[in-house]
């Protein structure tokens, strides 16, 4: 071991095999960290594995032995410039200068709150253990939904002392189930956190570079995330007139490519909050992402590549101007996973924006079904085509 305060190793298998590919990430955190053990390993996974993730994670921990393990399941995974779906990656951590902690919650679907506090009633930090720096990483089964007040409810139990960010576990577009690890176990209807206590700032920040296009729409009719009127008209036919308007395609029996270039912006203070539609109903209703409260003032919104690239690197330098002066160890990237499907290919040019602004390709992440900041200062909450960026100082 070198004489750091905090070593990183970064790994992407695209092996399909699931034991093989846990045992080739478990390798290379043991050539990077010399043979000693990880605190904590994160992994990210795709559903390709779903028949046996615990035999991915199982080979994981019997190859480099993490203290603690925890990950999710997800839609696109990268380590650096090494990229792609159908893959798995890892970020493992050893550090004299942090403390970590995975606590879970179960029950997402019928009582968010107390998943909530079972989560925070296991933090170190809510129990006396004094850091000055307190952030988690949160991973939900983004399927189980109730996530906007499920970070509410964490924010609320903890009095506010912790910086948070994470995502919703995905599936590689299936929308058929979503895992989040804890240990080598693979849950559903389950919250995963992992407590960071730190001497120095962790850095965390988001952006999303989309604009308001449509005029302002009154949400009159939802049910949790499905929406059936805009303005007391179903959304099929708000999205035809819109597409007239703009010279766009919309076609009702393949919907998904007018989607992916049209997410709603819901209106906050602070800006708008996106969300995704993923299905259009045969009464004209749409399901989206994330719940949609009915009464909230809506428009549709527009992106282009370069924007999205050029919010990346925003949001990856919102979080190095949080390190007060700290440098970059080591970055976990979360985008949407809507957001890899729009750009194809181009995904990669927002992963090169992340690392042009953080000079280093030591970041690990994946895609996921929404993703989750709670930053002072910064727009928080629960989000669609969002990327967020926390760094750990070296």
Known sequence: ????????????????????????????????????????????????????????????????HPRIMVGCSSAGEFAGRRSGTQSASILAIRS??????????????????????????????????????????????????????????????????????????????KFSATHVFHGTRALHDTVAMLEILSRRPVGIGAAHGWEAKGDRLRV???????VYSLNALPLNEVFAEYAAETGQKFDPTDPLPFFLNNVVGIEESDGYKLRVPLNLHDDGSVSFAAEIHQGALARLMGATTGSTCDAASIAAQAAKNSLNGSDIGCALVFDCAATRLRL????????????????????????????????????????NCTAVVCIFPD
Do not use: W
Not at 1 to 9: E, G, P, S, V
Not at 118 to 133: E, I, R, S
Not at 142 to 166: H, K, M, P, T, W
């Open 1 to 64: 071991m070198n004489n750091r305060l905090t070593t990183f190793a970064q790994g992407h298998t695209t092996l399909s095999e699931p034991a093989a590919a846990g045992e080739e990430l478990g390798k290379v955190v043991n050539d990077a960290l010399g043979g000693e053990p990880p605190d904590v390993a994160i992994v990210f996974a795709s559903s390709i594995y779903a028949y046996a993730y615990e035999d991915l994670l199982k080979s994981i921990d019997a190859t480099c």
């Open 96 to 173: 004299s200068e942090m403390q970590f902690r995975a606590v879970v919650g179960h029950g997402l679907m019928t009582n968010p709150k107390q998943a909530a506090q079972d989560c925070v009633t296991g933090l170190a930090g809510m129990q006396g253990v004094d850091y000055p720096y307190r952030t988690a990483l949160v991973l939900t089964d983004a399927l189980a939904g109730y996530v906007d007040e499920l970070i509410d409810y964490i924010n609320i139990e903890s009095g506010g002392s912790y910086q948070l960010f994470g995502g919703g576990a995905g599936d590689d577009a």
């Open 220 to 226: 009159t009719h939802a049910e949790r995330n499905r």
């Open 344 to 383: 194809g290919q181009k995904f990669d040019d927002e992963l090169n924006a992340i690392e042009m602004t953080l000079g280093t390709d030591n970041y690990v992440g994946c895609n996921t079904y929404g993703q989750i900041v709670r930053v002072h200062g910064q727009f928080s909450g629960f989000h």
